[in-house]
């Protein structure tokens, strides 16, 4: 169980009052957009940098809270760190690296070395124990990465855009992987990104951070249905589907189908449409739209001079109208519409 | 292929154009080679080729060699002793004073040795302010003694090695300190283990520049050790020696074993250090 309130400022940041609370075994995502601070609350997690108000408990221990003069040193913490930059270090083999932590934390070098090789096998990279960081590719060295940080026994696990350092090719087969890992690790993750996608694939709960703020706090249909902020209806409230593609697009799981995509995605495969993409219309529209569904609006959120309409359909959909079609439409609680998307703006990517 | 070579023909091209010096800077970097090179010539030219092993295995000179060897060797691991602690108080610490520690440290590089072993004789010498002290309560001299050499030749040597290193602790990632840190290093464990590690070409440079400076000092060692056979009298005071009392084959036989000692420096180092 972690539990945060990360007060602290650097340069011009400043960390105001960030709450962050997860239960053991879930995984929370902190997005946001560039310079909200996202990195930073995860340095005060591990303690490489300290807090000036608020407090880290892990599990019932004190991490940091200068209030009562309580601080941790971040050796001692029982965290593993994946960094940006995964920064392997480049003078000690694959092996090496991977059993660092235990033998800082006092193993002895047999016994590190074993628990070492237990975490390549378990991430499938048994075969590169002997090869320095500089011969891997990206992908090997993410697992590594994440073998390394793992091989402590942490109960905190941070993980900072684990996957930037990626091609587009590897990325969802090492998203796909890191999500399984996160699912078994019976700690605490924390996983920071900027990637919505990517916080949807592999978070229980979505922070997010808006110039030192947490702007909001939810799962991803939260976030699309009340998005609180113009960054989270922009980037982070999109609707997404989750189910098997062909070549023409996405099956959803009752059977309802996506159409779009570029065909070059099979099976396990997410779905994104934006809600300024989806068109809302009183009759069946005639036009060329390949995506049509019939449905009834559940629910209007207005914001400013355009609302979101939550349309109830065997795909259901968000849609972001403007204020004045919403009137035209003479859209509310419970009518009838008609929810229509170009192929063209669905985007699949391999879950 | 083909994309590599077209992407490096164009400005090839160009390079080949701007980088033309032109003849007079030819010429005179001609002159500036010949300049370095004529010296070692001349050395080679005169070297008395049929007498060298007789010269060099004269007891006095093998003596010299020996105390040369000692002297810069002991200095080298005095300058990495205190020099790897300091690179990193200097590189790592913020401390009142830091700019003038600094400049202390580099001083000796600048300063003409003699002037450096006429300071060090009025501050370890038997009248000088720490000297007297030394003689006072343990009962030894520096000046006029082999581990007055030692003093001599690490006054001079240590600052090419701390230099070297704090430029390279400078330079070093300290995000893989930090890694490190998450793992559960403490400091100590981190620097040798990831910060030492990360720096050792430059510590290995840094230790053979340091070598190389203690085995030709000169100046510092004889202001402050005097000329003492056997004792305090290195390779560069008994060249000098032999050289002044006209046993020129004596001084070049024993300056072509320091050519070669320099030499086998430099081809080491020239992967690490030197590359440009």
Redesign the interface.
Known sequence: MLDAVIDVRLGRLHLDAVTIEAAAGTTIAIIGPNGAGKTTALRVL?G?VALERGHVNLDGTVLDEPGVRAWLE????P???V?Q?L?L????SVLENVA??PR??GARRPDARRRAAGWLERLGIDGLAGERPGALSGGQAQRVALA??LA?DPRLL?LDEPLSALDAGTRPSVRRDLARHLDIFAGVAVVVTHDPVEAMALADHIVVLEDGRVTQVGDAAELRERPRSAYVAEFVGVNLYRGTADGDGLVLANGARLIGGDGTVHGDALAVVHPRAVALHRTRPDGTPRNVWAGTVRHVDPEGDRARVHVDAAVPVTAEVTASSLAQLGLGEGTPVWASVKATEVAVFEA | MTVTATATAAPRRREVHTSRPPMIAIVVAAVAIAFFAAPLVGLLLRAPWGNLWNELSAPATVEALKLSLVCSAAATVLSVAFGVPLAWVLARQQFPGRRLARALVALPMVLPPVVGGVALFLAFGRRGFIGQELDDWFGFTLPYTTLGVIVAETFVAMPFFVITVEAALRSVDHRYEEAATTLGSGRITTFRRVTLPLIAPSLVAGAALSWARALGEFGATITFAGNLPGKTQTMPLAIFLEFENGNTDGAIALSLVLVLISMAVLVGLRDRWLRA
């Open positions: 591990a490489l971040p050796e001692t913490r965290i593993g760190f960094f930059d920064l270090f480049p003078h000690l660092f932590g800082c934390r390394r940080a402590t941070l």
